[in-house]
């Protein structure tokens, strides 16, 4: 059985008070032994950091998602920087732009979000990045501010916005959507990108694959995107997860810490 890396999974959310644990006990028997969980409002990094201190092999980022402006204060971005000095998260995220939900003031957005590169590239994080409708925008801004280290999240854009991330030195991460048949451009892009580039994530509770559609999505399933990316590209799935589970270990720098 591959050993695999969930890299984006939000194992903190309330869908998993009821059997946290047997989700975390499937993901290890799936082969699981790294999840990478990031914040995504000042309340959360609480709970996330005593996931981190319970679980082996869980580790953490702390940010401000866009898509819940609502909860977050400017006092927040300096909390932030207090916590990443304090708690040695592995990323800054979840943070980004999103401009497909209602509600959400874009200028707000922008500044939260270039609030939140500023302080990747103080502190030497990589970023965890939310785009929907805003990826044009959000490479703009990983090229403004320097940004070269870090995930675009359930990557759903276009072969020359993918190939604009991993010239920038980005990884793409994919998950349930790859499996689902209407997928085809997406399927195009993961079958023909650097592997070097790739990671493996559930994004659960949300986004499952085809195999799971209307369930709540787990990291145990996280096989099925595997199982999928192999036969795109013509590859052994052995290589594949090992392919990213380096990526997900070396872009979080996980072999360096002391905690690991």
């Not at 708690?87 to 707000?108: M, Q």
């Not at 079958?191 to 559609?213: C, T, V, W």
Request: glycine share 8%.
């Amino acid at each position: 059985m591959p050993i695999l890396a969930d890299s984006h999974v939000h194992l903190d959310d309330p869908r998993f008070d009821d059997d946290r644990g047997d989700v975390l006990a499937r993901a290890r028997r799936a082969g699981l032994n790294t999840l990478i969980i990031p914040g995504v409002d000042a309340a959360s990094w609480t709970r996330l950091l005593a996931l981190h201190h319970a679980e082996p092999g869980v580790y953490v980022a702390y940010g401000l998602h866009p898509m819940f402006l609502a909860r977050h204060q400017p006092c927040h971005l300096d909390t932030l920087k207090q916590w990443l000095v304090r708690e040695r998260p592995v990323a800054v995220g979840e943070i980004g732009l999103d401009f497909h939900a209602e509600g959400l003031d874009a200028e707000t957005q922008r500044q939260y979000f270039h609030r939140q590169l500023g302080l990747a590239r103080e502190h030497d994080l990589p970023v965890i990045v939310h785009a929907r409708r805003a990826l044009d925008e959000v490479i703009h801004t990983l090229r403004r501010f320097d940004i070269r280290r870090g995930v675009v999240h359930s990557f759903s854009g276009s072969e020359q916005q993918a190939r604009q991330l991993w010239q920038l030195g980005m990884h793409l991460g994919i998950g349930g959507p790859v499996t689902h048949a209407r997928a085809q451009r997406l399927q195009r892009i993961v079958a023909n990108m650097p592997i070097e580039h790739l990671l493996l994530e559930s994004d659960a509770p949300d986004q499952p694959g085809a195999g799971h559609r209307g369930q709540r999505n787990e990291p145990a399933f996280i096989t099925e995107t595997l199982r999928c990316i192999a036969r795109l590209r013509d590859e052994a799935e052995d290589a594949i997860a090992a392919a990213t589970l380096a990526n997900t270990r070396r872009l979080f720098g996980l072999d360096a810490r002391a905690d690991t």
